[in-house]
């Protein structure tokens, strides 16, 4: 036993030699890094380099059909590289791992590449304080030409990407805030075969469920329909929250772990809208439908595959996604007659906004920033450093890149004429967006704009005539997601989790009807108890930094 | 030659040492690899500890990190949610005890009665398969099989004019769900280790038991179990001493806000707020905690099999 003691005495010993040789403290990184400029300011003239400059760059997968893993095989990657003449060696990882393999990898310190995808990765001021990444406002100002152009007609994307320090971290994604975002679809076949039109109040659209529930709509004879098939998830429950509009509640969706759907701005103070009267009338409804049998049982394991399931078997009436696979979904249902794809013609229609009980009839806009962002690492050589961001420049508002988001390749997804004119080209039997994603365009997963123009590039006519006619209905959230200082984003670290976890408990368990409302004040209480009010705080603090940057 | 002693001297301190380690190289070799891994993987990053007691910076290091006392214990002490992880973490590893635990040994054992080796050999391949399907394809199946809807098992209960029941959502249903899927992923593999000590039985025992008129089931109560019981009591320590570690895989892939009142165990718990959000300092804390409570329950249980049945670890 003595032995045994000496031998792990020993090995301890050894373990915190290992540990304090190893963890020698770093020095903070600089953060102005460029150096200065001699030649002429750059004006984002191809090629990016003289040499070719290699480069690592580390981001996930992508999040949707309409993205490709990033790869020097892709014809769009290859093009990129020979017109920036810089070589990006890839590292990719799948989406829903991405968080967590970073975040180890960041803990570690060591082995980051040169410039990283920061998609939920935590704090940017942090992250400079941690010498993981540096700031970027001299590097953009001298070799961001693009990004510079972009900030003159967008000054509120700057404000957003702007840290409360004043210093922009990275690049970030910019989204299409106000065209086709979640929202219930119906099936126009089975309205008409229900003799019933679009619903425009919460009472049409409970009345269109039950007619959807009884009156067979596939026609088998059997009771299995599923008149709303939609989805409720701790991950992303704006499929459901995205009704409360009707109830004038305002439940915007900050991804990840920003809460925001808890707080509302209104006359220029925060409110806890889970604590609000309209929260309770709301949650009611939808524990109503559920008891009713109008959503699908399996809400909150459902997926996208389970929603097309019930769609091919024409059990559901509506589903709730992304509206911009309303054909996708058309395609899918037996109501689709020979149109492989359900493009041509509609039969899931995105569906109206439900008027609130104030008579408003809107859907809020997303933000406009989605966590996508490119940093440059401290890792990054600082004689690559004016590479590493005109190429980021070059990829968020380059002409070309852009085009590669568009069309693809010349040659392979398209053909230009002398005159400019453009012609789609497809492989024998393939779709023509597919086929763009396939070669790497379309939506890259890496900081990139989403435009109007690639969308329409590959939106069928209907689905985009539609969205033109919803314009109307678009407003701006009352409170936007800019970025949170250190310290705030410690305080909601310590808060927010537990809190989170007890908001989906109870909400879900509400709508299952697992609880009664009659047990909606303990719930407030119980919110009161658990630090709502505190976490508002820091949510005040940078609502009122919201209205200094963007004025609104 | 006796081990002191080399061409008659007698060797003492580094020289017996060294003696030694060459009678015996082929040994130290075979052992020297499994011994690097465990200090570069097991013990050398024990240090990382530390981190329970200290805000992680990065640029600083695990040692440069300031010192921040009990402030993540506490944290998790007083987290509402810390006597509910507790519960659930121990019921869910005391139910699989009591459940999941024999259902191996009565496999192996009746397996090793059946005369048939087609149907020894069927039934084992069978009972392993589940085993090597990869938990997230597995525990898919699982829900699809239990959906409320269209799930199996519920279209079964409709039929038998039963109402559905969504086994998913239902906190109650939780623990049993987990339970009996983990015994139909690993009892068929976990009986190999039970079906190789009865295989070590010497068959004189059975024979002898054969002629003085022994029933199969005697045969079994007087042979096979009583032969078998020292594997049974360690991996019954073994599986004590884990009582804490609830993976967390199979739970995430199981959970929903819904059962959180079962589900959410001390894994996940630390999968949502240390993981997710980048709190390394409050993770290992309670990685520390959970480990420090497994430890003390393997010295019980050592200690309680070692008076009980002179059978334990050390």
């Known amino acids: ?552 | 030659m006796t081990d002191k002693t080399l061409a008659g001297r007698e060797l003492t301190g580094f020289r017996r040492f060294l003696h030694l380690c060459r009678r015996d190289r082929d040994l130290l070799i075979i052992i020297a690899l499994p011994f690097v891994f465990y200090v570069l993987f097991k013990y050398l990053p024990m240090y990382g500890v530390v981190l329970a007691f200290k805000d992680f910076s990065v640029r600083r290091g695990i040692l440069g990190s300031p010192w921040v006392g009990l402030r993540w214990f506490e944290q998790f002490f007083s987290s509402p949610y810390f006597f509910r992880l507790i519960r659930n973490t121990f019921l869910l590893s005391l139910y699989n005890i009591i459940f999941s635990f024999p259902v191996p040994i009565v496999f192996a054992i009746l397996l090793s009665e059946v005369r048939h080796r087609w149907y020894q050999r069927f039934a084992q391949t069978v009972s392993y398969l589940p085993y090597f399907i990869s938990m997230v394809v597995a525990m898919g199946m699982v829900v699809n099989f239990l959906n409320p809807q269209e799930g199996i098992l519920n279209v079964i209960l409709e039929k038998l004019g039963a109402r559905p029941v969504d086994f998913i959502n239902d906190a109650k249903w939780f623990r049993s769900v987990y339970i009996v899927s983990g015994i139909w992923q690993n009892f068929g593999f976990n009986a190999i280790l039970y079906l190789a000590a009865i295989t070590g039985i010497d068959p004189q025992l059975f024979e002898a038991a054969t002629i003085d008129g022994a029933t199969q089931l005697q045969k079994i109560r007087h042979i096979t179990l009583p032969s078998i019981v020292p594997t049974i009591v360690i991996l019954l320590i073994l599986n004590l001493g884990n009582m804490l570690n609830v993976g967390f895989e199979k739970i995430i892939l199981l959970y929903t806000p819904a059962n959180y009142e079962t589900a959410d165990v001390i894994s996940t718990y630390v999968y949502r707020r240390g993981l997710q959000e980048n709190n390394f300092g409050f993770g290992t804390a309670v990685g520390l905690f959970n480990a420090v409570i497994n430890f003390a329950l393997i010295i019980v249980f050592n200690r309680l099999a070692r008076r009980l049945s002179s059978i334990s670890l050390w």
């Open chain 1, 1 to 552: 036993m003595r032995k045994l003691s000496v031998f792990v005495l020993v090995l301890l010993a050894a373990s915190a030699m290992v540990a304090v040789a190893g963890s020698q403290p770093e020095k903070p990184a600089a953060t102005t890094t460029a150096p200065a400029a001699t030649a002429a300011p750059y004006m984002g003239k191809l090629p990016l380099s003289a040499e070719k400059v290699t480069l690592r760059f580390a981001t996930h997968q992508g999040t949707a059909s309409a993205m490709a893993k990033p790869s020097n095989d892709l014809p769009v990657y290859q093009y990129l590289e020979k017109v920036t003449n810089v070589h990006i060696e890839w590292e990719t990882v799948p989406y829903n791992s991405y968080k967590e393999v970073m975040t180890t990898r960041i803990a570690a310190g060591s082995d980051l590449p040169d410039i990283l995808n920061l998609s939920f990765l935590g704090n940017y001021q942090k992250l400079a304080a941690d010498g993981i990444i540096i700031a970027q406002n001299d590097l953009i100002k001298q070799y961001g030409y693009y990004i510079n152009e972009f900030f003159k007609t967008n000054a509120g994307y700057k404000a957003m990407m702007t840290a409360p320090d004043g210093n922009i971290y990275c690049v970030e994604n910019t989204v299409l805030d106000s065209h086709l975002s979640i929202m219930p679809m119906v099936n126009k076949y089975a309205m008409q075969r229900v003799g019933l039109g679009m619903p425009t109040t919460v009472a049409e659209f409970t009345n269109l469920l039950k007619a959807f529930r009884d009156k067979d709509i596939n026609g088998n004879g059997q009771k299995d329909e599923v008149p709303f098939a939609t989805m409720f998830s701790q991950n992303d429950p704006s499929y459901i929250f995205q009704l409360a509009n009707a109830f004038d509640l305002e439940m915007t969706w900050g991804g990840g772990t920003d809460p925001l759907f808890l707080f509302r701005a209104k006359d220029g103070k925060l409110q806890s809208q889970l604590q609000l009267p309209e929260f309770k009338a709301f949650l009611t409804w939808v524990a109503e439908l559920y008891a009713e049998g109008l959503i699908n049982k399996d809400l909150t394991s459902a997926n996208y595959d389970r929603l097309i399931e019930y769609v091919s078997k024409g059990q559901a009436g509506m589903v709730s996604f992304w509206s911009t696979y309303a054909y996708l979904f058309g395609g899918a249902s037996p109501d689709n007659q020979g149109d492989k794809d359900g493009g041509k013609a509609s039969i899931f229609v995105p569906m109206t906004p439900l008027k609130s009980t104030s008579g408003i009839q809107y859907y809020t806009k997303r933000l406009g920033l989605n966590g996508d962002g490119m940093g440059i690492t401290t890792k990054c050589a600082v004689e690559k450093r004016p590479v590493a961001m005109k190429w980021i420049d070059y990829l968020f508002n380059g002409p070309e890149a852009m085009m590669t988001q568009q069309w693809g390749v010349e040659g392979l997804s398209y053909t230009k004429d002398a005159a400019g004119n453009i012609t789609k080209k497809t492989p024998e039997g393939k779709e023509w967006s597919a086929y763009v994603t396939e070669i790497g365009g379309n939506q890259p997963p890496r900081a990139h704009q989403q435009l109007l123009a690639v969308w329409r590039s590959w939106m069928p006519q209907w689905l985009e005539d539609l969205d033109a006619t919803y314009q109307k209905y678009y407003k701006d959230p009352s409170i936007v997601s800019i970025q949170w200082t250190q310290e705030e984003s410690d305080a909601l670290k310590a808060k927010v989790p537990d809190l989170s976890t007890y908001v989906f408990e109870s909400v879900t368990k509400f709508i299952l009807g697992q609880t009664p409302i009659s047990q909606f004040d303990t719930f407030v209480a119980e919110l009161d108890k658990r630090g709502i009010k505190d976490v508002m705080k820091i949510y005040e603090q940078r609502y009122a930094r919201q209205a200094k940057a963007l004025g609104k």
